[in-house]
Every structure is written in structure tokens, then in C-alpha cells.
């Protein structure tokens, strides 16, 4: 039936040129998404907040470290602990305690004949470190960062001795090696999962590694920026550091709230906010003993973690004008998993918004 098979023919072509169509604007509007990935997220935020933990992590996340930065990593590592441990046993307490005072002695011994991390050091950080006193009274000092990572490093002794050390990721994050720049870029690729195709986002995260109320004079020079990161030490609310306006101490979280809204109000096109709240461990060991209240006086939920950050974030995000897409995280900055899955949705969250405000989709 030559009649029945010209329509079948006829239909079939129709399909055909119909789905290539689609196929061709599908190819279309992905090429123009990809060929306007996202230029440059800025990360901000105050002394010790996070930042360079955060770059680390994002590192981990992609592209990773090479083995020239792992190397120079082992050296910050093993040169951190010495510094720490000096600075920690440099104590008369302790050195008037006669048990200690032999640890104590045999290890900066071990000091003065080298500088690098040698098997005398080793053996001596070990032997004071199987010792319970001294271990306690390594444990307690006042001198010791609130980060836990000597202990994290003296746990690992063993390890981080071998000949042939190579950190670890979670060594790195663990690890402080400040930044020799100002500004630093940071590239990050994020494999992103949406129901009907997988995109690779591919931006530059640039930190300004300067007290906070100099981060502003940068604004302006990144014509380029899509997204902000401000980073907040939550475990901070209970401290006051001097305002960067005025120079009168004022409270932590009200301070990083006065330059949170600068930084995301400056006359830059920066429709993305994300806000994280790091430090959430220290935040939640320390809530019991000093509550919100001394931070926000006029706080009247309960006082525990979960309620108190959500408290806290609803003040930052309320300060924001409406057209800015906004969301926050809580976070522990040198967990690994969960930045994994923070850094994830922050990904999903930067594109969507960078799409809707090309109007991609
Ligand atoms: N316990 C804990 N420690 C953290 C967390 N985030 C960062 N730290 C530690 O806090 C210290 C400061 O973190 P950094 O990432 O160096 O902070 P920063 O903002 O780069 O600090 P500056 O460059 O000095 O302004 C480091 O010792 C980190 O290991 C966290 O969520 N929990
Ligand atoms: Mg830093």
C-alpha cells in the first residue's frame, strides 16, 4: 500500500526532523550555558573564620594537591608542631614539675640540635607524648589553638615520623601554612548532577586574606564576580574584636554582620549570597557555658545549637535587600564528608542562580 507507507514515511521523517531539532536546541542552549560558566565567586570573612580551610577543602573537592604542594605541606605540618609544642612546654608550671621537666628538657634538646622534623624529635615528642601528665598537661594547656590539630598530629606521630610522610587530605586541611599573597585564586570543578544532564562547573574562588574592613577596598577591582562566600566564626559570639569603623571594640557576630551587608551591597553585580557559619564544634561545646544571650540579649529560644545558629543566620540574612538569592550553611570547615556536601550544594545553588540571571532557564 504504497498510499499507507507514505504516511508512515512522512511521519517518521516529521519525528525525525523534530527530535533532531530538539537535539539542536538542547545542544544550543547547553553550549550557551557552558560557554557562560561561572567567572569567580569571592570569599570573604574575618580573621580566622575559615577562609583558607574552606580553599583547602575546595582543593580536596577538585582539583586536588600535586605532590610539590603535599611536600611543602609536610614541612609547614612537621615545623607547626615544634613551634606549638615549644610554645606549649615554655611554661614554669610546668617546668617546675620534676617528671615533666625531663620530658620537657630531652625535647628541646632535640630542638636545638635540628631544625627539621629529625628521629630525635620524634622519638622525643613521642616518649613525652605516651606519658599521661604530660599528655594531660599538653591537652589542657591555654596555649593550645582552640582547632585541636596538634592533637590531631600527635595522635598520628607515628606516621607523620615515616621517612617517607605524604599528608593526607585531611592533614592539609588540618594543616596552618598562612597565605604569602594578599589574593588568592583558587580554581574549583564541580561535577553537578540535574535530572535530565550532568554539568561540570568550572569558577575561580579569589580570597582576600586581609583583616575585614580592608577586604572592601578590593570589591571594585573583580568586575567579574557572580557569587559572594562570607565566612562567620560562630564560635566567636561571646568575643569583641575592634570595629573596622570605628575602632572601639564591638561584639564578633555584630561586627561580622556590619560587613557582611558591605560586602554584599557594594554597587556590584553580585545577585548570590552564601553565608557559612563555621566553627559550629566549638559553637555547640560552648553554648552550654555561655548562651546566646550575650550576643543577642533579646534571644528568647532555647539555647541550644541548632535553634541559637538559626537564630543567628535569620539576623544576617534579614539585613540583605530582597533581590539578592541568599543561603546559609553551618558547618565544621575541617570535616571532610561535610564540606564535601556543602561544597556540593553550594555548586548547585551558584549555577542555578547564574543560569536564572542570564535567563539560561
Ligand atoms: N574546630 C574547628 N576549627 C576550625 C574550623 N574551621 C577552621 N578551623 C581552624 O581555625 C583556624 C583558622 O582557620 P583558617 O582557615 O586559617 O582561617 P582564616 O580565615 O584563613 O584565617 P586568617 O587567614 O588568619 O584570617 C585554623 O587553625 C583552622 O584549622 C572549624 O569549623 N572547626
Ligand atoms: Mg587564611
Redesign the pocket.
Known amino acids: 500500500m504504497p498510499g499507507a507507507w507514505k504516511r508512515l514515511s512522512s511521519v517518521s521523517v516529521a519525528d525525525t526532523a523534530k527530535s533532531r531539532s530538539e537535539e539542536i536546541d538542547a545542544a544550543i542552549a547547553q553550549d550557551l550555558i557552558l560557554k557562560r560558566s561561572v567567572k569567580r565567586v569571592l570569599i570573604l570573612?574575618g580573621?580566622?573564620?575559615?577562609?583558607?580551610?574552606?580553599l583547602k577543602q575546595a582543593t580536596v573537592f577538585s582539583p586536588g594537591f600535586s605532590e610539590a604542594e603535599r611536600d611543602e605541606y609536610k614541612c609547614t605540618i612537621h615545623a607547626d608542631i615544634i613551634a606549638t609544642m615549644r610554645m606549649i612546654l615554655d611554661d614554669e608550671a610546668l617546668l617546675s614539675d620534676n617528671d615533666l621537666r625531663r620530658f620537657i628538657q630531652s625535647f628541646r634538646r632535640a630542638t636545638e640540635e635540628s631544625q627539621t622534623f629529625s628521629p630525635q624529635i620524634s622519638t622525643a615528642l613521642r616518649v613525652l607524648w605516651t606519658d599521661a601528665r604530660a599528655q594531660t598537661a599538653i591537652r589542657f594547656s591555654p596555649k593550645l589553638?582552640?582547632?585541636?590539630?596538634l592533637l590531631y598530629f600527635m595522635d598520628s606521630l607515628s606516621r607523620i615520623s615515616e621517612d617517607d610522610y605524604i599528608p593526607t587530605d585531611a592533614d592539609i586541611v588540618?594543616s596552618?601554612r598562612?597565605p604569602s599573597l594578599t589574593v588568592t585564586d583558587t580554581p574549583l570543578q564541580i561535577q553537578l548532577t540535574f535530572p535530565q544532564y550532568e554539568y561540570l562547573l568550572k569558577t575561580t574562588l579569589t580570597c582576600i586574606?586581609q583583616e575585614i574592613g580592608l577586604q572592601r577596598k578590593w570589591f571594585s577591582l573583580f568586575s567579574d564576580v557572580e557569587a559572594i562566600v562570607f565566612?562567620v566564626d560562630l564560635s566567636n559570639y561571646d568575643q569583641t574584636i575592634p570595629s573596622a569603623d570605628t575602632d572601639e571594640p564591638r561584639n564578633y557576630i555584630r561586627e561580622a554582620m556590619s560587613q557582611f551587608v558591605a560586602a554584599c551591597t557594594a554597587s556590584y553585580y553580585r545577585p548570590t549570597v552564601m553565608l557559612i557559619m563555621?566553627?559550629?564544634?566549638?559553637f555547640t561545646a560552648k553554648l552550654s557555658v555561655s548562651p546566646l544571650t550575650t550576643c543577642f540579649p533579646e534571644y528568647r529560644d532555647e539555647n541550644t545549637p541548632s535553634a541559637a545558629a538559626d537564630y543567628v543566620i535569620a539576623r544576617f540574612l534579614s539585613l540583605l535587600p530582597p533581590h539578592l538569592n541568599s543561603r546559609a550553611w553551618c558547618?565544621?570547615?575541617?570535616d571532610m564528608d561535610q564540606m564535601h556536601g556543602v561544597l556540593q550544594a553550594m555548586g548547585e545553588f551558584i549555577l542555578r542562580h547564574s543560569w536564572y540571571a542570564r535567563g539560561c532557564v
Open positions: 570573612g580573621r580566622n573564620s575559615g577562609k583558607s580551610t574552606f589553638r582552640p582547632d585541636g590539630s588540618r596552618s598562612p586574606h565566612l563555621n566553627k559550629m564544634d566549638i558547618t565544621n570547615a575541617i
